[in-house]
């Protein structure tokens, strides 16, 4: 299974775009990209995914570069509630096998 | 309402006691799964299961055992075996993963096991 590198932590002042990245130098041509979050002591949140092509939904977009071998996760108009740290996963789609593999991922925290 | 249901919330054992965690879903998915975390970590896998009746080993499955007699149902033991049991866990599940379905996991609230 590929693996996720995300930074450890990032800032972004309320109102504004946070651009998350995710390098997953070593992704297969199957593999999919998966974005999800947690709130302290939740379970995790499906916020995202995609294989190849950019993906837009009502909580964010996934922005995948040509390669590959990272993408970018963009919430447009970060608040409070966004503050979670933020899990950049592959997963892969083959019959009877299918696991996600969840790194340390990104502690968002988003200031007024 | 359908869900994940994880229980008990908080569990409190001595050490070298086996303790059994539920998870039970009305989702009518497939695929079930646990995960570790502790703390400032991120999520570590432990078991998964595709279908009723057959399961896998995570990465760290060493110390626990599951059973899947039931599709909507996943428990775990964590057994005297498990050298540093105190976490989070949570489980979740899934459809079958096929092309063209999201696979999106949904997750329980998680079990926060502590062993004194």
């Known amino acids: 299974d590929a693996k996720t590198t995300q930074p450890p932590s990032m800032d972004c002042a309320e109102g504004r775009a946070a651009n998350l990245p995710c390098n997953h130098s070593?992704?297969?041509?199957?593999?999919?990209v998966y974005w999800y979050r947690q709130i302290h002591s939740q379970g995790p949140q499906y916020i995202i995914h995609?294989?190849?092509n950019n993906e837009t939904n009502e909580m964010a977009s996934l922005i995948i570069t040509e390669d590959r071998k990272s993408s970018t996760l963009i919430l447009p108009h970060a608040t409070l509630r966004d503050t979670a740290v933020y899990y950049c996963?592959?997963?892969?789609?083959?019959?009877?096998?299918?696991?996600?593999?969840f790194g340390t991922g990104t502690r968002l925290q988003v200031f007024p | 309402d359908g869900g994940i249901t994880q229980s008990p919330k908080y569990l409190f054992r001595k050490e070298g006691q086996n303790v059994t965690l539920s998870c039970e879903q009305n989702l009518n998915h497939d695929a079930m799964y646990w995960y570790r975390q502790d703390p400032g970590q991120g999520l570590r896998l432990i078991y998964y299961?595709?279908?009723?009746?057959?399961?896998q080993k995570g990465d760290i499955a060493e110390g626990y055992s599951v059973s899947r007699e039931k599709k909507e149902s996943f428990p775990l033991t964590v057994t005297s075996a498990q050298k540093n049991p105190t976490a989070f866990y949570l489980c979740a599940s899934s459809r079958r993963q096929t092309i063209g379905n999201t696979g999106e996991l949904f997750f329980g609230e998680g079990s926060r096991l502590t062993v004194l």
């Open positions: 299961s595709q279908i009723v009746n057959d399961f």
């Open positions: 070593t992704i297969s041509g199957n593999e999919y």
């Open positions: 996963i592959v997963r892969v789609v083959i019959y009877n096998t299918d696991k996600l593999i």
């Open positions: 995609g294989l190849k």
